[in-house]
């Protein structure tokens, strides 16, 4: 959401664990040690489809810091994470980027180049796992132009299995509010929302006489992976850009909920949801 008196998105540091993916399959071996098998009960096995990290230390991260691993293969993966601290380092904006891991017995190692300037690694160690849920003890290394970037210490990420995908439901015009919580971007008012297929979108107010009047951004970009909805822009005359993450409850039968964490100035956590209905 958005309000048009624009305050700066908090910094998203704490989810980059982003973490980074790359992925080698450590494979069973047939008797004659020739040909690979698979038990379908190895950590590289459970580990295929989609996950997204909401929990560091055993607290609900802000949905700004959440990010999205998706492993395809014993040897691909791909990862969603789009953090403001990158925006002087060209603007880290990752849309399911094609990544390479290294899956082992009990953890992994996910590593990514970022063109010449910018490479991360992270060290994965497995605590839990069950068919939607998995807690891994984390360590990300990030350097930029041969210098380490300082990252908050944390031990613990804990991921859930994302089974939803609606990036495609989300194309179209929408129409709705906040219903609980307060947004930084947003006014309180009822404002549409125009998803498009290339991933842009057109926000738009509404004036007193009920006419929507298109917002005047100097560019607006959207993704969803899985549940995640990320979003970016800039209005026209500002030099800052803008970004919001939300997670998206459902989209059925017309109706999309949204909802997400944020953290006020005195650090603690709270709830905010958005309702909107599509415009035929």
């Not at 309000?3 to 540091?13: E, L």
């Not at 459970?46 to 700004?64: A, L, P, Q, R, Y």
């Not at 909805?229 to 026209?236: D, F, H, M, P, V």
Request: include cysteine; glycine fraction near 6%; charged fraction near 25%.
């Amino acid at each position: 959401m958005k309000k048009r008196i624009f305050t700066i998105v908090g910094t998203a540091m704490l989810g980059f664990a982003a973490c980074v993916c790359t992925i080698m399959y450590t494979a069973c071996s047939s008797s004659d040690d020739s040909t690979p098998t698979r038990t379908n009960n190895t950590f590289a096995d459970k580990i295929m489809g989609k996950w997204m990290c909401t929990i560091v230390d055993e607290k609900h991260s802000v949905t700004n810091y959440y990010y999205v691993l998706t492993f395809v293969s014993p040897t691909k993966a791909y990862r969603s994470f789009s953090p403001t601290m990158f925006q002087k380092m060209g603007g880290l904006w990752e849309n399911q980027a094609e990544c390479k891991a290294n899956i082992m017995e009990n953890g992994m190692t996910i590593t990514n180049n970022y063109g010449t300037n910018l490479t991360s690694l992270s060290e994965y160690t497995l605590q839990s796992m069950t068919e939607t849920d998995m807690l891994l003890v984390a360590k990300h290394t990030i350097t930029y132009n041969g210098e380490p970037i300082e990252l908050p210490e944390h031990n613990y990420e804990r991921f859930k299995k994302i089974t939803k995908d609606y990036s495609k439901d989300i194309i179209g015009t929408w129409e709705g509010q906040i219903t609980s919580g307060h947004s930084d971007y947003d006014d309180g008012k009822r404002h549409r929302w125009e998803y498009k297929a290339d991933g842009s979108y057109v926000y738009y107010t509404q004036e007193d006489d009920g006419q929507w009047i298109k917002y005047d951004d100097s560019y607006a970009n959207y993704f969803v992976d899985g549940v995640l909805l990320c979003s970016r822009w800039k209005n026209n005359g500002e030099d800052t850009e803008n970004r919001e993450w939300w997670e998206i409850e459902t989209i059925e039968n017309g109706v999309m909920k949204w909802t997400a964490v944020r953290k006020n100035d005195s650090g603690n956590t709270y709830t905010v949801s958005f309702q909107m209905t599509k415009v035929q």
